[in-house]
């Protein structure tokens, strides 16, 4: 059984930075992309960012130079530096990796953008 476990989400001032980690563990073989979406309350989900194998990245236009998305292969976890944030980001943010073949997902973060 394949299970991503997500971290670091939280209340942040606008201009502040959080880190998010999705962790994967089980049994896992191969890892292809990885990669964030987001759910605001009434909005659609949207991707953020996603990473490759090989380390290409792709950025949602609203996020691009101030998203950072990054991998650690060794450790099966993924990365998400979010700097300059404003209170449009706020929202459920889900991670999600390429597993063994298979699409899995994280459980959710709230991410709160608030003065």
């Known amino acids: 059984q394949v299970q991503l476990v997500e971290s670091g989400g939280g209340l942040v001032q606008p201009g502040g930075s959080l880190r998010l980690s999705c962790a994967a563990s089980g049994s896992i073989f191969s890892i292809n992309t990885m990669g964030w979406n987001r759910q605001a309350p009434g909005k659609e989900r949207e991707l953020v960012a996603d990473?490759?194998?090989?380390?290409?990245?792709n950025y949602a236009n609203s996020v691009k130079g101030r998203f950072a998305i990054s991998r650690d292969n060794a450790k099966n976890t993924q990365y998400l530096q979010m700097n300059s944030l404003k209170p449009e980001d706020t929202a459920v943010y889900y991670c999600?990796?390429?597993?063994?073949?298979?699409?899995?997902w994280g459980q959710g973060t709230q991410v709160t953008v608030s003065s």
């Open positions: 990473i490759t194998s090989g380390g290409t990245t």
């Open positions: 999600y990796s390429y597993i063994n073949g298979r699409l899995h």
